[in-house]
């Protein structure tokens, strides 16, 4: 079955840097688009970044985040850097087959001083 495992979230200091891991499993990962959705308490689910095998899809953080790969490791990254306490949030991975979305649980992302 498909797992979605995120890893990497925490506590950082505005102007902070973090990266977040996804580990991907239960199915031919190098033929799915990955995306990294946010959500914070009260607010719907947002689209963050989209990479496909081929490249980058989409970045609504273009600057702040960059999206990656590895195919051969089944793993999708969010690279965030310059972090405001505005991007505090619950990070998720996500992929979609058909209508059928997959997601992980969640990394928290706190930005505070």
């Known amino acids: 079955q498909v797992q979605l495992v995120e890893s990497g979230g925490g506590l950082v200091q505005p102007g902070g840097s973090l990266r977040l891991s996804c580990a991907a499993s239960?199915?031919?990962?190098?033929?799915?688009?990955m995306n990294w959705y946010r959500q914070v308490p009260g607010k719907e689910r947002e689209l963050v970044a989209s990479?496909?095998?081929?490249?980058v899809i989409t970045n609504s953080m273009k600057g702040r985040a960059t999206i990656s790969r590895d195919n051969a490791k089944n793993m999708v990254y969010l690279q965030l850097s310059n972090l405001r306490p505005e991007d505090t949030a619950i990070y998720y991975c996500?992929?979609?087959?058909?209508?059928?979305?997959?997601w992980g649980q969640g990394t928290q992302v706190t930005v505070s001083s």
């Open positions: 996500n992929t979609r087959d058909g209508f059928v979305n997959y």
């Open positions: 239960g199915f031919t990962f190098s033929r799915y688009v």
């Open positions: 990479i496909r095998s081929a490249g």
